[in-house]
């Protein structure tokens, strides 16, 4: 039979429904051979796990802070200490966050303490500067006291500053060793400190010589001016607390302890028994618990 014009457009138009229809078919149901993991005979390969930021078994320790890192009046009165330092000690006793992490052997040359008796937050960045140049994997923090414990309450750091000068160290440390891990310890509780020893009266006299007067000034007097003083220094230490844990979460390779430090109940055999304020041996090798903890653990500090 003759075929038509209308014959040849009818099937013309039939045959570009049934395309288009083919078309919507497979958009609707998703077949792209690029999607199908049965698609050319194999499975598709499962993507490989991101690498941990947090390394729990760092190689090298650089230590930076104050009087408890260099372990003060914890051996001899007036003196650092630092082979009982609960960062980089040598002391087995102690048994140091160096020591557990890398071993007795490898302390000499791969730890550093940086640390200096009388330091506070504004030292941190130079501090700093002497530990990343050594390129550590870990860098250890503990900073503030001295902050806190000025000559009057008048006279502590202000919240501003200290934070100022934390950033400015981190920044510092980023500058030469941008992957170097940093694992900041929270301030003591000063006022936790002046609860324990105010009742030794060899502590209540050493402390008249000033030792962090703003806390520990007049031991025994518990007007409601005194008291109004101790709880603005413990304030400031709270809030300079918050400081550390917030421009540390900043970081990736930052950890804080959480306020493991500022929670942890000193007790008269973790004082020095020369000023029952700066940890003992006891309190250093508390210290080095508290920290080893912390940096070997899956998950930062809550």
Same mark, same amino acid.
């Given at each position: 039979?003759?075929?038509?014009?209308?014959?040849r457009?009818?099937?013309?138009?039939?045959?570009?429904?049934?395309?288009?229809?083919?078309?919507m078919?497979?958009?609707?149901?998703?077949?792209?051979?690029?999607?199908?993991?049965?698609?050319? =005979?194999?499975?598709?390969?499962?993507?490989?796990?991101?690498?941990?930021?947090?390394?729990?078994?760092?190689?090298s320790?650089?230590?930076?802070?104050?009087?408890?890192?260099?372990?003060?009046?914890?051996?001899?009165?007036?003196s650092d200490?630092?082979?009982?330092?609960?960062?980089? =000690?040598?002391?087995?006793?102690?048994?140091?966050?160096?020591?557990?992490?890398?071993?007795?052997?490898?302390?000499?040359e791969?730890?550093?303490?940086?640390?200096?008796?009388?330091?506070?937050?504004?030292?941190l960045?130079?501090?700093?500067?002497?530990?990343?140049?050594?390129?550590?994997?870990?860098?250890?923090?503990?900073?503030?006291?001295?902050?806190?414990?000025?000559?009057?309450?008048?006279?502590?750091t202000?919240?501003?500053?200290?934070?100022r000068?934390?950033?400015?160290?981190?920044?510092?440390?980023?500058?030469?060793?941008?992957?170097?891990?940093?694992?900041?310890s929270?301030?003591?509780?000063?006022?936790?400190?002046?609860?324990?020893?105010?009742?030794?009266?060899? =502590?209540?006299?050493?402390?008249?010589?000033?030792?962090?007067?703003?806390?520990?000034?007049?031991?025994?007097?518990?007007?409601?001016?005194?008291?109004?003083?101790?709880?603005?220094?413990?304030?400031?230490?709270?809030?300079?607390?918050?400081?550390?844990?917030?421009?540390?979460?900043?970081?990736?390779r930052?950890?804080?302890?959480?306020?493991?430090?500022?929670?942890?109940?000193?007790?008269?055999?973790?004082?020095?028994?020369?000023?029952?304020?700066?940890?003992?041996?006891?309190?250093?090798e508390?210290?080095?618990?508290?920290?080893?903890?912390?940096?070997?653990?899956?998950?930062?500090?809550?």
């Amino acid at each position: 039979m003759r075929e038509t014009r209308r014959t040849r457009r009818s099937r013309g138009a039939a045959a570009a429904l049934t395309a288009a229809f083919l078309l919507m078919t497979g958009a609707v149901t998703g077949c792209d051979s690029s999607s199908d993991p049965n698609a050319h =005979g194999s499975p598709a390969k499962p993507r490989p796990s991101p690498t941990p930021v947090w390394d729990r078994s760092p190689d090298s320790i650089a230590a930076v802070g104050d009087s408890i890192t260099r372990g003060f009046d914890a051996c001899v009165v007036l003196s650092d200490c630092p082979e009982v330092s609960w960062a980089t =000690g040598t002391d087995t006793k102690v048994r140091s966050l160096a020591m557990r992490l890398i071993g007795e052997p490898a302390i000499a040359e791969r730890s550093w303490n940086y640390a200096r008796s009388g330091a506070d937050v504004a030292d941190l960045p130079e501090q700093m500067t002497q530990a990343a140049a050594k390129k550590p994997e870990l860098v250890t923090v503990m900073v503030g006291a001295n902050d806190a414990c000025a000559d009057s309450a008048e006279r502590m750091t202000t919240v501003e500053n200290f934070r100022r000068s934390f950033e400015g160290a981190l920044k510092q440390l980023r500058r030469t060793a941008p992957k170097a891990q940093v694992y900041v310890s929270s301030v003591p509780d000063l006022k936790r400190l002046w609860s324990a020893g105010r009742g030794n009266p060899l =502590g209540r006299q050493i402390w008249k010589l000033g030792i962090c007067a703003s806390m520990l000034g007049d031991a025994d007097d518990v007007s409601t001016r005194a008291q109004a003083r101790r709880a603005r220094v413990q304030d400031r230490v709270v809030a300079y607390n918050e400081v550390l844990k917030a421009v540390c979460g900043k970081d990736p390779r930052c950890r804080y302890d959480g306020g493991a430090v500022f929670d942890f109940r000193f007790s008269g055999e973790q004082l020095s028994r020369w000023d029952w304020f700066h940890p003992s041996r006891d309190g250093q090798e508390r210290l080095a618990e508290i920290a080893y903890r912390n940096v070997t653990s899956a998950k930062p500090p809550a």
